[in-house]
């Protein structure tokens, strides 16, 4: 094995990169790049590969030091090279590994959807360690999933294996979701979910609640009212229990992980998270998968590049 | 590899074994043979043992020439080898791999749970031929189901990986599950579960129906009689393939697999089956994964032998 590697994680602002050491892992150096997204993304894997190149300088990396690339991006991924249609970042159909390669040396480089990547970077460093088979959740602006099987990313025969905020779990929603469906866990389950759920009780009812103080509470502000006793916060965090608890019974009862690892704003929360999503994933879970364990992801923004580079090695 | 591999499969009446040509997974031969499950099927193995010996002489198959044997058992499975309960043949923990290959001049065995090792089956030798990312779906007297993905079975950290039949769809059921939780898959989909369906849509309404004139209605009758024209019998099959199309569409989101395969005594009623699940699972699924393709299972009680065989080629 060669003594270095790169992590990337690009994002639709910016984009994260760590230089790693290949023998333990340890990151050498993680900069930021901003995404350059007009005329279609065009500008974004020569700015990666032009600031890699710099830092490779910088440490006196040469290219035959270098084990290879690995890329997280926010679409779907084929044969661990296509980008299948990217909105995010402005792309269409985009084989980033073989261009990045051509920018970079030609050294080797795989792609994984960021989800996905994210849930390697926890299983192998963060709140997934010591687990081959783990299911990631994580609760942002959406709600995206990463399924780890054996140490390996499942892809999907249309890139969209884990895209479990897109299980309809209310068949009666009349709201729309990002995706053109009604009823989506993620309409639910999300930092905005949270906060639109929160909305719609405050509106709806008369009930007395700390949240009535604040305009357009957010999900963290709905967490803290919960920890403060706040009734009508604490059904809320209830009813994203019940529904997130199901939810996860339906990808147990598909792949029976030994570890959901929750990650994402939202899990910020912390334990009163955790705890309420085990409670109804325990009452809804057949038997024998009702002992799965929890975990809080623990390596925050940074689960993108160690899950990248981890895709090389 | 040696000429020769045994594929058993382990139900709560009767064991199907066969002799296959290890070269072109030809059947050399296959037969059955009592379950005899009393004394907590203490003899199970050594019957299926002493036949497959007997069966060896009858053509002249030495020890040395057979590869392996591969078996599937109606319970959950762990690291291939260790069966889990099985209340449908009277086992507690038995570690059949170990036990049968003691009993069988210790060739390798490995195990499977029937309706996963089923799936490898068709996916071998029928309707899922060709495929390498597949999910059977098989609707009986229960719904079971298996999960390949990349030609391999998805086992689950407690052997309860693809029990899709126990997906939670009907909060509000007021009937228990044989599992023990109210408003699984089962209750609905299973043959059992549409009859069920049909005894109360016909006593719960003044609809009439030819299914009136039957007592009892079987789904055989149901799906018979939609295919008659019947409203009553065609509203039923749509209530299926909604609860159906759904559970299928989360599977997706789990796994995106290539084709979904339908076998089951239930998937005798053909197109009809196919045709309405389909059709609902477009509705729900993913939209990067609404062209996820549907085949009937084609090697009925043979699947499991197939499968069986195949786990150790």
Redesign the interface.
Same mark, same amino acid.
């Given at each position: 094995m060669k003594s270095s590697a790169i992590g990337i994680d690009v994002g639709g602002t910016t984009v994260k990169i760590g230089l790693f050491h290949t023998e333990n892992g340890a990151i050498i150096d993680k900069w930021e790049i901003p995404t350059r997204r007009e005329n279609g993304g065009e500008k974004i894997l020569p700015d990666i590969a032009a600031s890699i190149k710099e830092k490779m300088k910088e440490y006196s990396v040469e290219p035959d030091e270098v084990e290879g690339a690995g890329v997280g991006v926010p679409g779907?991924v084929l044969k661990s090279t296509i980008v299948?249609r990217c909105v995010n970042l402005g792309w269409g159909v985009v084989n980033v590994g073989e261009e990045l390669s051509g920018l970079l040396y030609g050294v080797p480089v795989k792609v994984g959807n960021d989800a996905n990547v994210a849930a390697l970077g926890e299983m192998w460093k963060g709140g997934g360690m010591g687990f081959t088979?783990l299911v990631m959740v994580t609760l942002g602006t959406g709600v995206g #999933?990463g *399924?780890i099987?054996d140490g390996k990313i *499942? %892809? #999907? @025969? =249309?890139?969209?294996?884990? %895209? *479990?905020g $897109? *299980?309809?779990v209310n &068949?009666h929603e009349t709201e729309v979701c990002n995706? #053109?469906?009604r009823g989506c866990l993620e309409q639910y389950a999300s930092a905005t979910g949270i906060a639109r759920l929160a909305r719609k009780k405050l509106a709806e009812t008369d009930i007395p609640s700390i949240l009535r103080n604040i305009e357009n509470p957010t999900a963290k502000d709905i967490f803290d009212a919960a920890k403060d006793g706040d009734g009508l916060a604490k059904d809320l965090v209830e009813q994203l229990g019940r529904i997130l608890g199901?939810a996860l019974? =339906? !990808?147990?009862? !598909? !792949? /029976? &992980? %030994?570890v959901f690892v929750i990650g994402g704003g939202v899990s910020k929360a912390g334990d009163i998270l955790i705890d309420v999503i085990e409670k109804y994933y325990r009452q /809804?879970a =057949? $038997?024998?998968?009702r %002992? @799965?364990k929890f975990a809080l992801a623990t390596l925050g923004n940074d689960a993108g590049i160690y899950g990248a580079v981890k895709m090389i090695l």
């Open positions: 779907a299948n088979n #999933g *399924i099987l *499942i %892809e #999907g @025969t =249309f890139g969209a294996a884990g %895209e *479990i $897109h *299980i309809m &068949p995706c #053109g469906k199901r019974s =339906f !990808v147990s009862s !598909v !792949v /029976d &992980p %030994e /809804d =057949f $038997h024998a998968s %002992e @799965t």
